[in-house]
């Protein structure tokens, strides 16, 4: 990770997930919640659809 420059941000460092939550963290679990978070942040509810992992936006709060 030291190589990576976060939008151009060079006094700035990167992590991951692992190391911040102290163990691996499951990519179901992980897509469960980001698509959660989403949606509240952007005032959208999310549905699955029939593929994996593929979600669309049913409605939008005005």
């Known amino acids: 990770f030291r190589a990576i420059v976060p939008c151009g941000l060079r006094d700035k460092g990167v992590t ?3 190391r911040l939550l ?3 963290v499951e990519m179901d679990v992980a ?3 980001v698509i959660g978070h989403f949606g509240k942040v952007f005032g ?3 549905r699955r659809e029939a593929l994996r992992h593929q979600f669309s936006v049913l409605s939008q709060e005005a």
């Open 44 to 46: 959208l509810e999310m």
């Open 31 to 33: 897509v469960e919640r």
């Open 16 to 18: 991951s997930v692992e």
């Open 22 to 24: 102290g163990g691996r």
